[in-house]
Every structure is written in structure tokens, then in C-alpha cells.
Antibody, heavy 118, light 111 residues
Framework: QVQLVQSGAEVKKPGASVKVSCKASGYTFTSQYMHWVRQAPGQGLEWMAMINPSNGDTFYAQKFQGRVTMTRDASTRAVYMELSSLRSDDAAVYYC???????????WGQGTLVTVSS | QSALTQPASVSGSPGQSITISCTGTSSDVGGYDFVSWYQQHPGKAPKVLISEVSNRPSGVSSRFSGSKSGNTASLTISGLQAEDEADYYCSSFRSSSTLVVFGGGTKVTVL
């Protein structure tokens, strides 16, 4: 079965960067797009970015362009999301989610809590 | 870019049917049949309930159904059960600089 396991919680200072990993198993790594979706405390879901693991092509939400970078390592079946210039309003749970399509998220990781505090 | 518009809350009694709306524009909901619905219980990751407007993935209860008319998509939960109390989100492909857009979420309360 598809499993997505994310790295642990992070505490960062404003202005720093955070890199969250997501390790996939249970399917052919290059057959599913990987998305990142975040959820601020008590708030809704917000789509951030997507990568095609087969060729590394990425698509970022306009809001995050210039601050977010998605990469993948097919040898370890891992996808990474790095968010730079962190602000207090970047504090959220960050989810990776995979799908065979570019516009849907079928399988979700457990979430990674990122705290931004001075 | 603004999110899709959902009611903040919807409630119903056990056994009743409720409908959650999701309103967008012709650049997202109205222009493509790429609307999905997700259920999220507190502290848990979202779970996909409906894809491509009305398709139910394997394992999802037939009590959940989706539809679309114009720029508004809808999720109907029939035979409401206590376990259906959760937050529900719609999402859509959007033909702009954001590939995917979510609704603001709807809290469903079972009375």
C-alpha cells in the first residue's frame, strides 16, 4: 500500500529556511506526482507546489514562487520541500501528498509541524 | 488568489442528508471537471472522498456523492452518521499561476 513518511517537527527562527522530506513506498516512485499542502493552525488547506518525480519538473503556487523549492531523489524515493525566508505566518503543518494526476491528492503523509519563532 | 467559497459550517441530524457547496469561477470549478472533495478529522491528514466531480475512490462510502452545476460543485452526505463529523474541503484545478486551489473548508456537525 502507498505510504508517505515525512520528517519530524522543526522549529525555526524568522528569516531561516526549513527543508521537509517525504519518503514514498508502496508504488512506483516515478508514477505519481507529489504535492505539498500546508495548513496553518485552525485554518484551511493551502496548495503550495508539485513535482513530477519522473523528470523533476516543478510547479509552484504564485504566492510561494521565489521562496519554495521542491526536489526529488529517485534513489531514495524521497521528495523534499524547502521554504526560505520564513515568517511567523509560515507556521503550519506541511503535508506531502501523491497522486497519479496533477490536480488531486490521493495519498497523504502524516504531516510535519513547522514552528517559526524567535 | 482567493480560495474557493464554502459555507463555514453545516449541520444535520443522524440519518439526514446534507449538502456542502463549493463556488469558484470559470477558471477553475466551472471550466474543468477536476473537482475533488476531502474529509479531515481533527489532528489527521485529509482523505480524498470524491475526484473528478463525482467519482468515488475505492473504499469510500456510497453515502458520499458529488455533482457540479456551472461554477458551483456540491458534496452530499446522505444518511448522516456521527463519524461524518469533520471538516470538508473542496479543491479544483485552476488555469492560472496556481495549479490547484482549495476551498476554505466546511465544518460538519452531527446534531
Amino acid at each position: 500500500q502507498v505510504q508517505l513518511v515525512q520528517s519530524g517537527a522543526e522549529v525555526k527562527k524568522p528569516g531561516a529556511s526549513v527543508k521537509v522530506s517525504c519518503k514514498a513506498s508502496g508504488y512506483t516512485f516515478t508514477s505519481q506526482y507529489m504535492h505539498w499542502v500546508r495548513q496553518a493552525p485552525g485554518q484551511g488547506l493551502e496548495w503550495m507546489a508539485m513535482i513530477n518525480p519522473s523528470n523533476g519538473d516543478t510547479f509552484y503556487a504564485q504566492k510561494f514562487q521565489g521562496r519554495v523549492t521542491m526536489t526529488r531523489d529517485a534513489s531514495t524515493r524521497a521528495v523534499y520541500m524547502e521554504l526560505s525566508s520564513l515568517r511567523s505566518d509560515d507556521a503550519a503543518v506541511y503535508y506531502c501528498a501523491s497522486s497519479i494526476t496533477r490536480y488531486r491528492q490521493d495519498y497523504w503523509g502524516q504531516g510535519t509541524l513547522v514552528t517559526v519563532s524567535s | 488568489q482567493s480560495a474557493l467559497t464554502q459555507p463555514a459550517s453545516v449541520s444535520g441530524s443522524p440519518g439526514q442528508s446534507i449538502t456542502i457547496s463549493c463556488t469558484g469561477t470559470s477558471s477553475d470549478v466551472g471550466g474543468y471537471d477536476f473537482v475533488s472533495w476531502y474529509q479531515q478529522h481533527p489532528g489527521k491528514a485529509p482523505k480524498v472522498l470524491i475526484s473528478e466531480v463525482s467519482n468515488r475512490p475505492s473504499g469510500v462510502s456510497s453515502r458520499f456523492s458529488g455533482s457540479k452545476s456551472g461554477n458551483t460543485a456540491s458534496l452530499t452526505i446522505s444518511g448522516l452518521q456521527a463519524e461524518d463529523e469533520a471538516d470538508y474541503y473542496c479543491s479544483s484545478f485552476r488555469s492560472s499561476s496556481t495549479l490547484v486551489v482549495f476551498g476554505g473548508g466546511t465544518k460538519v456537525t452531527v446534531l
